[in-house]
């Protein structure tokens, strides 16, 4: 409360056309007060739903010119709160600066146990709610079948195909660089990558030769064709990003709905905040599966405030491998 | 068994480019004897699902040129046979001919009660049973939620939208003629109808202003376009049949997926014969509509088996109402 520092904080500059660039963010001085709870921010989560939400298409609302950029942070309070004394670790949503005042209402403790913190924004956060939804609800593997997961190597898509196997399925994973198809299969356990930027259809024939019994999707285009016209019949698929196509203006048609009446498919939408009521479950499955190391995650991390929007426009370009955060301090 | 007469077929003459011509089709001579039990047959069934077949790209596997059309047909057995004495009504899929030798358990009897017969044909049939399937298992209505249906004169659609009504919902038609929009709704108590050949867009606007939270596809194409752009959260999608594309030689692209997210929606695949557990219920459930007048249902009828490739010539031009049927004798 008695720090007294420059506070900063990022806005949007104009809105991105096709692949956003640093430019179309600026830094800007930023209140050193305001109503609410202070807090210093520790860590920006750095997420694809904002390319979204700059086109003015995402269901969780618009980030016009001349506002801030916002996204779900991991705040240090400064001042004792319903969370708890000042010093208290918490998440909240709120805009990218180096301080923030907060809604009391808005906080949630972070459990202190959890190591790195930036995890409550990602394996254990809203990726790992994302992916142990889209696992329980959407794709419920059984042993013995195949599922494949596109940005296999982001927090939602490594925790997806991880989770598949510890339900006795198998995992393939599609990704865009040997690094990352690399570390699927040696680290994260899955059965075998596809590179995203081969021919999609022949990694999938030789690696499904059944087909294809879950597929879920972060990038739609091409790739969702591909897996779409091998899905296995009774396939599930959950539909959660669009990474094609956020970086594009007009959203372009989709596969034909024949492949989904051919194979008797489940397609279903997978929004993250539907499955609120599944924090606990997952924070307990989750967390205990990263702390006896069944479970394992990697973060791109990018250190100070001001590296925010160059964060942002790498992970849109598919350069970031896994959770991408920004470390405020 | 000792009635001669003679015995003719329906042969595919070549695979029909676009829409169906008779043309594609002839009447050739059949053998009279076979093995199997001899069977005159009463009704043909001609359902859109066959073009597929003609194309080569149907889960029930191809009709190439020289081969039989074949589909479901109301018999009645010339020797007595496991299905009943001589003169017993059956239902088995078979070439569409004049008589037929079928092979003893592909026969299926046909209640007596059943009048016409050809209702175990159609609404009390294959295509009740699409009907019945897809309103339990995938639309699930709930009172005072919109169900919008396509081809909803044909038997799968009026049928679909009469369910949904009983289940408390509203039910909006689209359909291509004014004579099919004033049945659905003047008879068969649908909320509205909406003009396929109109604005498809326009329409759903007035008539579900707080969205489609079910939609029942028959046809695919611009009109599934025009639906997914309108469903509301939550919403459920049945694909069933693709009437658009079934006359195109390429498979046209479907709606973006981000539809499909926005929505959370849950889009599946309908394919008739996964449900046939479902069929004792709903033999009793829509035949006991009918015997008490809460289901009503159109049949369009050819009479003779020449008659048979113009039945289906229209069927697939969208110019039948009801259930298409050939009455053979």
Chains 1, 2 share one sequence.
Not at 61 to 79: F, W
Not at 283 to 290: F, T
């Amino acid at each position: 409360m008695n720090t007294v520092h420059e506070n900063r904080r990022v806005i949007v500059a104009r809105r991105p056309s096709g692949l956003p660039v640093p430019e179309d963010f600026e830094l800007l001085p930023a209140p050193a007060e305001g109503p609410g709870v202070a807090a210093d921010v520790l860590y920006v989560s750095v997420d694809p739903y904002l390319r979204g939400r700059l086109s003015g298409r995402h269901v969780t609302g618009p980030i016009a010119p001349g506002d801030a950029m916002d996204s779900e942070l991991i705040v240090r309070t400064v001042q004792d709160s319903a969370v708890g004394p000042a010093g208290t670790l918490a998440r909240a949503f709120g805009t990218w600066q180096d301080r923030v005042h907060l809604s009391e209402d808005a906080l949630v403790a972070v459990a202190p146990e959890l190591d790195p913190p930036s995890l409550a924004l990602g394996v254990v956060g809203m990726p790992g709610l994302t992916a142990f939804a889209g696992v329980r609800r959407i794709l419920q593997p059984a042993p013995g079948e195949t599922a494949v997961i596109s940005s296999a190597a982001g927090p939602v898509g490594a925790t997806v195909g991880q989770l598949c196997k510890a339900a006795g399925a198998r995992a393939i994973g599609i990704a865009g660089s040997e690094a990352k198809r690399t570390w699927l299969v040696q680290e994260a356990g899955f059965d075998g990558c596809i590179d995203r930027h081969g021919s999609v259809r022949d990694g999938l024939r030789a690696l499904c030769p059944d087909g294809v019994d879950m597929y879920f999707d972060n990038v739609g285009g091409d790739v969702l064709q591909a897996v779409m016209e091998r899905l296995a019949p009774n396939a599930r698929v959950a539909l959660c990003g669009l990474m094609d196509q956020y970086n594009q203006d007009e959203a372009p048609p989709g596969p034909n709905p024949g492949l989904i009446i051919r194979a008797r498919a489940t397609v279903r939408g997978l929004i993250v905040y539907d499955h609120e009521d599944l924090r606990p479950q997952m924070e307990e499955a989750l967390g205990g599966r990263i702390r006896d190391g069944s479970l394992v995650f990697r973060e791109a991390v990018f250190d100070g405030l001001e590296a925010a929007p160059a964060a942002f426009c790498r992970l849109m370009a598919g350069e970031t491998f896994g959770k991408t955060v920004v470390r405020v301090r």
